[in-house]
């Protein structure tokens, strides 16, 4: 006679956990999977193979105190630090690196345009001294440089002509030049001795 009494108190402690199991509301926080170990009551022991039914979880019970932060939350905020600190160091060399190379482009700049104004008053320098060679190359100005020289102009020239057989004929008449005027020496201008 035990052993229906064994029987059907082993089928009331699975029909309570079944209603256990479908009225509990499920946890949303981590819960424990798999089977759960009931307490021994007294009389009720089961023999034979067990009955495939819903599994149960625990419930975790609710908390009263106050939550404390984790050791792993506060590591991580500890670990984020030398990061963050690397980040603005790396966005301060960015921007240091920024106004350096503005610098340097801006002194590069000035240093082309102060270039520029020099290569200008040069090639107004070579305008100038090419007009004076222009000026200077008139026949007008160069009998003036000749006179002032000591240079004077040539008499009318006679020409040899050679003939086939041989013989030259003078054909004009050569005349000397004029004699030279002695230039004037300018009182202003230094004496070589000195």
């Known amino acids: 006679m035990t052993q229906p009494a064994r029987t059907s108190s082993a089928r009331a402690a699975?029909?309570?956990a079944r209603t256990t199991a479908r009225t509990t509301p499920r946890p949303t926080s981590r819960a424990t999977t798999g089977p759960v170990h009931l307490?021994?009551?007294?009389a009720t022991r089961r023999s034979?193979?067990?009955a495939s039914g819903p599994h149960l979880r625990l419930v975790p019970p609710a908390r009263t105190t106050p939550?404390?932060?984790?050791?792993?939350?506060?590591?991580?905020?500890r670990r984020r630090a030398p990061f963050v600190v690397l980040l603005v160091g790396l966005?301060?060399?960015t921007v240091l690196g920024l106004l350096l190379l503005n610098t340097?482009?801006?002194v590069d700049s000035l240093d082309a345009t102060q270039q520029r104004q020099a290569n200008a008053e040069q090639a107004e320098v070579v305008d100038r001294l090419e007009q004076q060679v222009i000026a200077a190359d008139t026949a007008a100005q160069l009998a003036r440089v000749a006179a002032a020289a000591g240079l004077v102009p040539p008499g009318a020239a006679a020409h040899l002509v050679l003939q086939p057989d041989g013989s030259s004929v003078l054909?004009?008449?050569?005349t000397p030049a004029p004699p030279a005027v002695p230039a004037v020496p300018d009182p202003a201008a230094p004496t070589p001795g000195n």
Do not use: W
């Open 171 to 174: 054909l004009g008449t050569a």
């Open 48 to 50: 034979g193979p067990v």
């Open 104 to 106: 340097a482009v801006a």
């Open 67 to 77: 939550t404390r932060v984790p050791a792993r939350a506060r590591a991580t905020g």
């Open 39 to 42: 307490p021994r009551t007294g």
């Open 91 to 93: 966005l301060v060399t």
């Open 14 to 16: 699975r029909g309570a």
